[in-house]
């Protein structure tokens, strides 16, 4: 079955720790994105790719980084910088713009840091 | 600034009754509307897409109204059941033009 993988499904950190959270899609989508979501706070967009090798900065950049070299990977590293970073992150993919049709999530990352 | 409102308390609705979900929306031009559902510890998923020129749009038990001039779309399930209780988001594009905003959800609980 197409779908979204991603991995692990929690994550804990010591600060002042990189981690890296995998999404791996399988739907041959163009376009991936990151959120983060805090308890009762909406979906806040932290990067998107639109091609492979292209990415842009979302609301919420600061403190980490992306990578887009193949299509069907997106991985999210959370670096120290990040000052907040325990939340629920939801890797998502669309055909292309989501201008036409929807976004697929995956079932997200739980990231608790200690 | 952009802003996607939804109402932030919960909805308690009896198994049976239509249960209306409300999204407004400041600072938008939107060409279309979307909405989604998130079940606890889950991602969301995509339930419906309506566009501007659509005033009203159906699926199975759902129902999304869409009005332009009133910056607002109203979620309405019919026939609603306890599998229906979960959190339901609606989302607009964002002015990048390449992804969505999200509103922060209305939580719906239906009891038998």
């Known amino acids: 079955d197409g779908g979204i993988t991603q991995s692990p499904k929690y994550l804990f950190r010591k600060e002042g720790q990189n981690v890296t959270l995998s999404c791996e899609q399988n739907?041959?989508?163009?376009?991936m994105y990151w959120y983060r979501q805090d308890p009762g706070q909406g979906l806040r967009l932290i990067y998107y790719?639109?091609?492979?090798?292209?990415?842009q900065k979302g609301d919420i950049a600061e403190g980490y980084s992306v990578s887009r070299e193949k299509k069907e990977s997106f991985p999210l590293t959370v670096t120290s910088a990040q000052k907040n970073p325990t939340a629920f992150y939801l890797c998502?993919?669309?055909?292309?713009?989501?201008?036409?049709?929807?976004?697929?999530f995956g079932e997200g990352s739980r990231l608790t840091v200690l | 600034s952009q802003k996607i409102e939804q109402n932030s308390e919960a909805l308690n609705i009896q198994e049976g009754k239509t249960a209306t979900l409300t999204c407004n929306y400041t600072?938008?031009?939107?060409?279309?509307l979307q909405w989604y559902r998130q079940d606890p510890g889950r991602g969301p998923v995509f339930l419906l897409l309506?566009?501007?020129?659509?005033k009203e749009k159906r699926k199975e038990r759902l129902k999304v109204t869409f009005d332009t001039t009133l910056k607002q779309s109203l979620f309405h399930i019919t026939a609603s059941q306890p599998a229906d209780s979960a959190t339901y988001l609606c989302?607009?594009?964002?002015?990048?033009?390449?992804?969505?905003?999200f509103g922060k959800g209305t939580s719906l609980l239906v009891t038998p």
């Open positions: 790719s639109q091609i492979v090798n292209d990415f």
């Open positions: 600072n938008y031009s939107p060409a279309y």
């Open positions: 309506i566009r501007e020129n659509e």
């Open positions: 739907l041959n989508h163009d376009a």
């Open positions: 989302a607009l594009l964002s002015n990048s033009g390449y992804a969505l905003n």
């Open positions: 998502a993919s669309s055909i292309g713009t989501p201008n036409t049709g929807e976004l697929f």
